[in-house]
């Protein structure tokens, strides 16, 4: 069944959040590209904004999803405060076409993330969605689950280990929390926003500092005060929840940069960490199932030699769950694989970086995935934006990915 895609990244944040508009929208924005690697033959996704036609047509050759024109419709416009649901539903061009879809029947609706305004844009174009009740949806079974204070206290309840600390909901009791979690002294304090993605609300600090950053950084909602721990990985694993039941699809080792997520290497290089997360993660997602939830589960863990500490929940298409599935449409089978966003280049279109790595090779073979039916290699994820751009490596060995990797960095300048 096709689906129409409609990547909602901006509902992760409230809107009424300081930087909603002047970081997290342009953000969002930013890596939207690369859920066109969602894409199957016959599916449609609604664009934000204008698409570089080199990235378009180069999707299109390695996805094989035929002319451009068949599968991106692009949104004209934009709500203040912006939302692709409401700017969507105001672009008479696009709604027409989506009715026309709706009545033929068929379609799916599949977005970033399940909300109430999805709900309305599925009642007014007649397409369904397919995850969590509506009604669940509506009272904020999606909203909990991606929200980090609640999801802490669900896995409390099932014996999951998570990072002591407290939630403050106030600027005092936001002050007295990092008071307390810090002694008074100069320790350090991880704040997180609750309800935030890509580490984009995270600050950390000594008392003094974050009581002076705090007066512009907080202005409302919930936030987690924890301990800074110490030196530590990040793994994430991933769950699949159906009505069928609970698909387990791996574990990860992340990356960061700043602060903020930039990629992983899959799968997990501590075998024996991994099979605990694997128990910890279906443990995680078979509750939440219990509870009527669907769609991807993703789970980050800190993980320092002993037992992981669960640290939030991403139940949307999040940056894992999308490789996963391009690499599982694509190949038909497993591959280690390594991703990563923000990779500096000095291309300026898509173009560029297909003629700087044309003549490159690893493992004997042509290293850039150009078009359908290779076995390994390099894929662009989003198109160069502002000296960057994302690069996934797919490999059958590590001696491939260590290749490839240089050759990106060596022979391309990636």
């Known amino acids: 069944m096709p689906r129409l895609w409609a990547p909602n990244i901006e509902e992760v ?9 002047s970081v997290f929208v342009p953000k969002t ?6 859920y066109l690697l969602c894409l199957s033959p016959g599916d449609r996704i609604l664009s934000p904004r204008p698409l570089p036609e080199g990235f378009c047509a180069y999707i ?23 939302s692709l649901a409401e700017s969507t539903l105001a672009d008479t061009d696009v709604m027409r076409q989506l009715k026309v879809m709706g009545r033929s029947g068929g379609w799916t609706l599949e ?27 509506l009272n904020g079974t999606v909203t909990r689950f991606n929200d980090k204070g609640y999801f802490k206290d669900f896995a409390n309840r099932l ?4 990072v002591p600390g407290y939630i403050a909901d106030s600027m005092p009791a936001l002050e007295k929390a990092i008071g307390l979690t810090t002694g008074g002294h100069e320790g350090r304090a991880m704040l997180r926003k609750t309800l935030y993605g890509g580490g984009l609300g995270n600050l950390s600090g000594t008392p003094g500092s974050l009581l002076e950053e705090i007066q512009i950084w907080y202005n409302g909602g919930r936030v987690l005060i924890e301990p ?7 793994a994430g694993s991933l769950a ?15 990356t960061f940069a700043d602060g903020k997520w930039t990629g992983f290497d899959f799968p997990h290089p501590d075998a024996a960490l991994a099979r605990r997360i694997e128990e910890l993660t279906l443990r995680l997602a078979e509750a939440a199932a219990a509870e009527g939830a669907r769609g991807y589960l ?19 298409n999040n940056g894992f769950a999308y490789v996963l599935d391009f690499a599982e449409g694509y190949f038909g089978g497993p591959r280690l694989i390594r991703y990563r966003e923000g990779v500096k280049t000095r291309a300026k279109d898509t173009r560029d970086i297909v003629e700087a790595l044309s003549s490159v090779t690893a493992g004997g073979r042509p290293l850039l995935i150009a078009e359908r039916g290779q076995e390994e290699g390099a894929v662009i994820m989003t198109p160069p934006l502002r000296g960057a751009c994302s690069i996934a490596i797919f490999g059958k060995t590590h001696d491939y990915i260590k290749e490839a990797t240089l050759k990106l960095a060596e022979e391309a300048g990636l």
């Open 240 to 254: 699949a929840v159906t009505a069928d039941g609970v698909r387990f699809r791996g574990v990860d080792i992340q």
């Open 298 to 316: 993703n789970f980050d863990w800190a993980c320092s030699g002993g037992e992981p500490l669960s640290l939030e929940c991403n139940m949307r």
């Open 13 to 21: 944040l409230p809107e009424n959040d300081v930087n909603y508009k």
């Open 159 to 162: 014996g999951v280990a998570t």
């Open 228 to 234: 800074f721990l110490p030196p530590h990985s990040v």
């Open 29 to 34: 924005l930013e890596i939207f590209p690369r």
């Open 60 to 82: 299109a050759r390695v996805s094989g999803l035929g002319p451009v024109t068949s599968w991106l419709m692009e949104v004209k416009g934009g709500s203040d405060p912006y």
């Open 111 to 137: 977005p970033f993330i399940e909300s109430p305004r999805i709900l309305r844009l599925s009642r007014e174009t007649g397409i369904p969605t397919d995850k969590t009740r509506p009604d669940l949806v």
